[in-house]
């Protein structure tokens, strides 16, 4: 069995080494971890994009602000990248409350969650990053807790067993998955705001950009921050992640100011193209256009082609392509459209003809 297969069968998301040091990766890297709090938005005026899920939540924030009530239990669920923790922070600072935050892996029995949830005070805010992936004990001990605010403790066993209930203090519960599908309904349904975190556009990455070259002290041009901002992938993650890297190639090899042609150039460097793809999506393209034809192929011969795991090109390959409009999923495998050959310059192959009749 590949390592890729028993990560999979065992939840486990983490992915190769190889795989999450792609720059246009939209998981989180050690670097996205030390730039990430300094420049994550400190207020909602300060976030952007996600005008709908930001306007509903300020209205829910103020509501119970108005009661003098904790928020309601929320979910943010989409690909990574997009700005659930730096949500889930702006709620607790808006709120007025602490954030709490630990992720579904690490909360492997009721005991770890026992600590944390006692540990909370009035208000305060709990954050679960990749909540689908908490075990199945994990997750029907959280169930109590996040309905009526009290942990459920049995106590002996057979006749002489007794349920002891602990109260807890009211908090919020924040949870955040890019795989929703693999929630069960029992915690979907205890939440009771839910929030698609969609892809972003340029002009709002374009923003981005510039904010966080402002907070870096890096002066960008307009023409810079667009390019940038258009081969980000939708994700305001890669668009930082990006403007790191051509940040220190416009310092060593410029005079520091970030312009369209320095961008271009430093990206460039880094296998990133005119639309964000890099040389292992070009690659993913170049095997269905030429070694087979424009396909339609399966993934497994691809990924044989590539000499990569089935797993790591769906999950991390493949749905951009999609988005893009680059390859097509059809019942017969992956085909490539139009569009995919004319970014990579090659001419469409001729349909084969109809085979002869026999006489």
Known sequence: MSDARRRLLSGDDALPPEVEERIVSPREGIEDELFGATLRPRSFEEYVGQRDVVENLRIAIAAARKRGEPLEHALFYGPPGLGKTTLASLIAHEMGAALRPTSGPTLEKPKDLVGILTSLEEGDILFIDEIHRLGRVVEEFLYPAMEDFQIDFVVDRGAYAKTLKLPLKRFTLVGATTRAGLLTAPLRERFGLLAHMDYYDVADLHAIV??????????????????????????????????????????????????????????????????????????????????????????????????????????????????????????????????????????????????????
């Not at 100011?257 to 690659?283: F, H, K, N, Q, W």
């Not at 795991?309 to 749905?319: A, G, I, K």
């Not at 097509?328 to 192959?349: D, I």
Request: include cysteine; charge should be neutral.
């Open 210 to 359: 510039t904010r966080s070259a402002g907070v870096l002290g890096v002066p960008i041009e307009p023409a810079g921050a667009t390019t940038i901002a258009s081969r980000s992938r939708g994700t305001p993650r890669i668009a930082n992640r990006l403007l790191r890297r051509v940040r220190d190639y416009a310092e060593v090899v410029h005079d520091g100011v970030i312009t369209a042609e320095i961008a271009d150039a430093a990206l460039r460097r880094e296998g990133v193209d005119a639309l964000g793809l890099d040389r292992l999506d070009r690659a993913f393209l170049q095997a269905i256009c030429t070694t087979y034809r424009g396909g339609p192929v399966g993934i497994g011969a691809i990924a044989a082609t590539l000499n990569e795991e089935d797993e790591t090109l769906e999950d991390m390959v493949e749905p951009y392509l999609l988005k893009v409009g680059f390859v097509a999923r059809t019942a017969s495998g992956r085909k490539a459209t139009p569009r995919a050959f004319e970014h990579l310059g090659l001419s469409m192959p001729e349909a084969a003809g109809p085979q002869p009749r026999l006489l």
